[in-house]
């Protein structure tokens, strides 16, 4: 059957698209732990509306410098087989950017080539030499 008689058919029957995400599996002690800090952060946000003025949201994301080709979403439409490669480092440069962010306002973005003990503190070091003594103090992250 040709890919266009696929796709007809497919689309006939209202089929779609679908992409699978990869999340990290939650065992039942993580739910439980989850609704309990969940619980926990209701009544205390109940009993002090400022808090989200000192509750830190931090995130982490990498960017690959070397062109990153993800292979699944290469594709090549051939006669004959090109025998494309495309070849990349065992260890692909990357960056990464962190940032910290509350109700009163943004630290960061930091930047980060790699991971390691010694760079993470020197992130932690920068974030926390930017808050005052109020948000150190009674700060949550």
Not at 112 to 141: C, K
Request: aromatic share 12%; charged share 20%.
């Amino acid at each position: 059957m040709s890919r266009s008689t696929c796709q007809r058919a497919a689309k006939k029957a209202k089929l779609h698209v679908c992409c699978i995400s990869v999340v990290h599996e939650l065992k039942e002690p993580d739910q439980v732990k989850r609704v309990a800090h969940c619980r926990w952060f209701q009544t205390l946000f109940k009993e002090n509306l400022g808090i989200l003025d000192y509750t830190w949201f931090l995130d982490k994301a990498w960017f690959h410098l070397s062109g990153y080709v993800k292979s699944q979403n290469s594709h090549i439409w051939a006669s004959e087989n090109p025998n494309a490669i495309h070849e990349e480092p065992l260890h692909p440069e990357q960056i990464g950017v962190w940032c910290g962010m509350s109700w009163q306002h943004i630290i960061g973005p930091i930047f980060n080539a790699t991971i390691t003990t010694a760079a993470y503190m020197e992130i932690f070091n920068t974030f926390v030499n930017q808050l005052d003594d109020e948000e150190l103090s009674i700060g949550y992250f």
